[in-house]
C-alpha cells in the first residue's frame, strides 16, 4: 500500500467521495511544485470502484487505516468529523515510510514551493500556523472570540517528522480525535483542531511557522494583501504565496470570499477574487458529478436508511455501554436500527438534513422570536436566580450525548 522511503517526503489529503474534485486542484498544484514528493489520498467512504485522469495519486480507504473499532466510529461521527478524526492516524501509517508527511486539506491550492515547512521539520516534530497572527475584534466574524471557540490553529495544514516526539504527538492526538471528536464549540470541543491549541506545552519540538505566505484564508485576510508581480503572487509585497486555504469556497460566488466570514463585503477584496476565479474554474473542471453528487456512504445503514444526526450523537453517547457488542451498528437487523425505531429517530420519506452557519439564522426570525417569548415566560415563572441555573444546565445538555439519560438505563 505504502512504498517504505526513508528519505523522501509525501503529502496527503483527506476526503469523502463528493470531495474529491477539490483534491485534485490540490494535487495538480502540489505536484508541480514538488514532484518529487509522492501524494495520498486517504478516502473517508464506502469502497467502491474509482478512477482519476491524474495519474500518481496513491488512495487509501479509511477502513484500511489503523482505527479499531472503525465502523463505531464511522457511525458516532458525521461526515466533516470522521474525515479530520482519522488525520492522526493517516499521517502515522505514512511516517513509517517518509521522513516527514504534510497533511493539506482537500480545498488549498498550492502556488509555490512550500520550502519553510520542509526547512523547519528537519529539526522540529510537528509544524503548525496559526489561523492568524494580528489580533482583531471588531464585532465580525472570525476574530479573536471564534478563535477561543476553533482553537489557535488551523489543522487543514500540519506537517510531522518521523521522530519520537512527532509519533507521540500523532498518538495523542489521535486519542483525543476518536475519543471526543465531536463538532460541539459549545462544549469547548471542535473536531481535530481545537486539542492542538493544547500541544505546544506537551511537545516542546513543536515549531509555530509565521511565514504569511502559508494558509492564507478568510480567517487571516485582515492581515495580508495579494499582488502578482513577474508571474508570482506574493503576500503583502514581500513573501511568496505558499498556499491558499479555500475553506468555505462557494464554486457559484467566489467574489464573496467565504460563507463563514462577515468582514469583507461581496466583491471588496479584488485581490482575492482574482484568485477565487481562477479556482473556481479549476474546480468546475475536475469535480465531475460522478464526484460532486456523491452521497457520502456512512451516512446511511446498510440497507439504504438515513442516519439521522440526532441518532449519531444519541448513539455517541450510548456505544460504550448499551451498544457494546454491537460490532456492526450499520447492520438494519441490528440494535441500533431497533433503538431508532422505538425512539422515533429516522426521517420518514429517508430525506438527508441540511448543515445550518450561521447565515442561515437570518431564515428562521419568527421560530426565533417565538423562542424569545417563551424564555422571557420561564424567566417569569422561575425569577432571576433559578432561570440563570436553568440556562447553564441547558448549556450543558446542548449536546445530545449528554441527553442519554432520557432513555433509561435498560432502554
Known amino acids: 500500500m505504502v512504498n517504505v522511503v526513508t528519505d523522501k517526503y509525501a503529502a496527503v489529503t483527506i476526503c469523502s467521495i463528493n470531495y474529491i474534485g477539490k483534491a485534485l486542484v490540490l494535487f495538480d498544484t502540489y505536484r508541480e511544485q514538488h514532484p518529487e514528493h509522492d501524494f495520498y489520498l486517504v478516502l473517508v467512504d464506502r469502497k467502491c470502484d474509482l478512477s482519476f485522469s491524474q495519474s500518481g495519486i496513491n488512495v487509501i480507504w479509511a477502513e484500511d487505516l489503523p482505527v479499531e473499532n472503525f465502523l463505531q466510529h464511522a457511525f458516532a461521527y458525521d461526515v466533516i468529523e470522521f474525515n479530520t478524526n482519522v488525520k ?38 510537528v509544524v503548525v500556523t496559526p489561523h492568524y497572527k494580528t489580533p482583531v475584534l471588531d464585532g465580525c466574524k472570525p476574530d479573536d472570540l471564534e478563535l477561543l471557540k476553533f482553537g489557535v490553529f488551523n489543522l487543514g495544514f500540519v506537517g510531522v517528522s518521523r521522530s519520537d516526539e512527532g509519533l507521540a504527538f500523532l498518538d495523542w492526538w489521535s486519542d483525543r480525535c476518536l475519543g471526543y471528536g465531536f463538532y460541539e464549540p459549545q462544549l469547548g470541543l471542535a473536531v481535530d483542531q481545537k486539542w492542538v491549541s493544547l500541544a505546544p506545552g506537551f511537545f516542546p519540538n513543536l515549531r509555530i511557522l509565521h511565514d504569511e505566505g502559508l494558509n492564507v484564508a478568510f480567517w487571516n485576510l485582515h492581515e495580508r494583501s495579494l499582488a502578482k508581480t513577474d508571474d508570482v503572487w506574493r503576500v503583502n509585497g514581500r513573501t511568496a504565496l505558499k498556499f491558499v486555504h479555500f475553506s468555505s469556497f462557494s464554486t457559484s460566488s467566489p467574489e464573496s470570499i467565504a460563507q463563514k466570514q462577515t468582514r469583507f463585503p461581496v466583491g471588496s477584496r479584488a485581490d482575492f477574487t482574482e484568485l477565487a476565479d481562477e479556482y473556481a474554474k479549476e474546480l468546475r473542471a475536475n469535480a465531475s458529478d460522478e464526484f460532486s453528487a456523491h452521497a457520502y456512504g456512512f451516512d446511511y445503514f446498510d440497507d439504504g436508511t438515513y442516519i439521522t444526526p440526532a441518532l449519531r450523537r444519541f448513539y455517541a453517547a450510548l456505544k460504550a455501554t448499551a451498544f457494546e457488542a454491537e460490532r456492526n451498528p450499520f447492520s438494519p437487523q441490528g440494535a441500533v436500527m431497533r433503538f431508532a425505531k422505538k425512539n422515533g429517530l429516522l426521517i420518514k420519506g429517508n430525506s438527508k438534513s441540511k448543515r445550518h452557519i450561521f447565515r442561515d439564522m437570518s431564515g428562521y426570525g419568527l421560530q426565533i422570536r417565538i423562542i424569545f417569548k417563551v424564555l422571557r415566560m420561564t424567566l417569569f415563572l ?30
Open 88 to 125: 492522526p492516524a493517516a499521517l502515522k501509517l505514512l511516517l513509517a515510510s517518509y521522513a516527514a508527511v504534510l497533511y493539506l486539506d482537500p480545498d488549498i491550492k498550492v502556488y509555490s514551493p512550500l520550502h519553510s515547512v520542509l526547512d523547519a521539520l528537519t529539526d522540529a516534530s
Open 382 to 411: 422561575l425569577g432571576p436566580e433559578r432561570y440563570f441555573n436553568l440556562m447553564r444546565y441547558l448549556a450543558h445538555v446542548s449536546s445530545l450525548r449528554n441527553q442519554a439519560e432520557m432513555f433509561g438505563k435498560n432502554f
